[in-house]
Structure formats: C-alpha cells, structure tokens
Nanobody, 120 residues
Framework: QVQIVESGGGLVQPGGSLRLSCAASGSIFSIYAMGWHRQAPGKQRELVAT???????NYADSMKGRFTISRDNAKNTVYLQMNSLKPEDTAVYYC??????????????WGQGTQVTVSS
C-alpha cells in the first residue's frame, strides 16, 4: 500500500504565495519522478510541474518564473512553492509520484488533491 497526502492549500489574495507539500508513505522501494497537476472547474487536468529523482525540473509555460518545485528524497516529499498567484491559478492541485513498491510494481500514484483559491 502506498499513500499520497497533500497539504498546504487554502485561500490567498492575488499576488500572494502558498506552499504545497506532498508526502508519500507505505511500501515504497523507490520514488522516481514526482509532480503536480491541477484542475480548475470545468477544465481538464493540466500539468503544473515535475521533478525527477535527480532533481531535474519541468514546468508548464504559465507557471515558469512563479512556481518552484522541489523535493526532499529523505522524506519522500515534494513541494510546490507558488508565488505571484493569480485568480486563474484557482484549482484543485494534485500530487503524483512514480513509485516502485517493495512488491516489485511501479505505478503512478495520485493524491486526493488540495484546493487552492486565489481571490480578493
């Protein structure tokens, strides 16, 4: 069993910042790429950012320069620092991780999501 738990969402004013965290736990042998996606009401889920086990990052164009993804491999945790937030960043943010379990399976696991609302 593997659990993915996000935290750090909430309500923030335009121009503000939030930091999301996502921790993986359970029968983990190794974690490869980790990342964040988001889904706004009435829209498809879209990529926000990814980070490899070695620390290489990739961002959606609209997030470059405002969002920073990082990870702590010792804690099996990935973070998303979001600055200069805009109302259009309002969405449910989902963490995901490619995990090899102790039972020899490699699967992409998703968290339940955390709501981010940017509004004055």
């Amino acid at each position: 069993q593997v659990q993915i738990v996000e935290s750090g969402g909430g309500l923030v004013q335009p121009g503000g910042s939030l930091r999301l965290s996502c921790a993986a736990s359970g029968s983990i042998f190794s974690i490869y790429a980790m990342g964040w996606h988001r889904q706004a009401p009435g829209k498809q889920r879209e990529l926000v950012a990814t980070i490899t086990g070695g620390g290489s990052t990739n961002y959606a164009d609209s997030m470059k320069g405002r969002f920073t993804i990082s990870r702590d491999n010792a804690k099996n945790t990935v973070y998303l620092q979001m600055n200069s937030l805009k109302p259009e960043d309002t969405a449910v943010y989902y963490c995901n991780a490619h995990i090899a379990t102790l039972y020899g399976q490699t699967t992409r696991y998703w968290g339940q999501g955390t709501q981010v609302t940017v509004s004055s």
